[in-house]
T-cell receptor, first 114, second 120 residues
């Protein structure tokens, strides 16, 4: 079964600093990978997705993620944090074939310090 | 355009009561998913509907949980004899149809705002 591990349930960075949120997946075949963001009292919004077209994926709000097969990782980064980035971030996987459900990591709450 | 909507936004109920949660997917989306978000378990898949195919119920935690999707659009998640451990945010999502008529696995799932269920 596929699984996702997000290292760090809470990450705190200063405004303007680099944001790095870690995600590792467990799968015998590279799956499709997604990052979602959840703002307080809202649903999930897709930031970006990896569908095997390119290993470096650019998303909304200045975020990007790099798929590294050798490390089974899909870490999310943003060069310069903004106060509005404070939210919870979820990494998710979905197999290329078979079950259509998303399997989510536990989430990382990002706090931005002024 | 309108996104996925869910009602009610909040539901407080007493242990043992039945509840119904409603999801209105984006018009034209053929796939509909229910997830549960709770403090202890994170985000869990519950059930998936795709067109007229039999639903994937593999995530439903017990037989107290059921869901239906009428006319390929609106869906209702029903929890019977609610328990305190059912307290969670229930999220609905929908996906568009792919070129071949099915749902492509990398198609985005669009999420609704959720229903917060509290069982006293």
């Amino acid at each position: 079964a596929q699984s996702v591990t997000q290292l760090g349930s809470h990450v705190s960075v200063s405004e303007g600093a680099l944001v790095l949120l870690r995600c590792n997946y467990s799968s015998s075949v590279p799956p499709y990978l997604f990052w979602y963001v959840q703002y307080p009292n809202q649903g999930l919004q897709l930031l970006l997705k990896y569908t095997s077209a390119a290993t470096l994926v650019k998303g909304i709000n200045g975020f990007e993620a790099e798929f590294k097969k050798s490390e089974t990782s899909f870490h999310l980064t943003k060069p310069s944090a903004h106060m509005s980035d404070a939210a919870e971030y979820f990494c998710a996987v979905r197999p290329i074939q078979g079950a259509q459900k998303l399997v989510f990591g536990q989430g990382t709450r990002l706090t931005i310090n002024p | 355009g309108a996104g996925v909507s869910q009602s009610p936004s909040n539901k407080v109920t007493e242990k043992g009561k039945d509840v119904e949660l409603r999801c209105d997917p984006i018009s034209g989306h053929t796939a509909l998913y229910w997830y549960r978000q709770s403090l202890g378990q994170g985000l869990e898949f519950l059930i998936y509907f795709q067109g007229n195919s039999a639903p994937d119920k593999s995530g439903l935690p017990s037989d107290r949980f059921s869901a239906e999707r009428t006319g390929g659009s609106v869906s209702t998640l029903t929890i019977q004899r609610t328990q305190q451990e059912d307290s969670a945010v229930y999220l609905c999502a929908s996906s568009p149809q792919g070129l071949a008529g099915g749902v492509l696995p990398y198609n985005e799932q669009f999420f609704g705002p959720g229903t917060r269920l509290t069982v006293l």
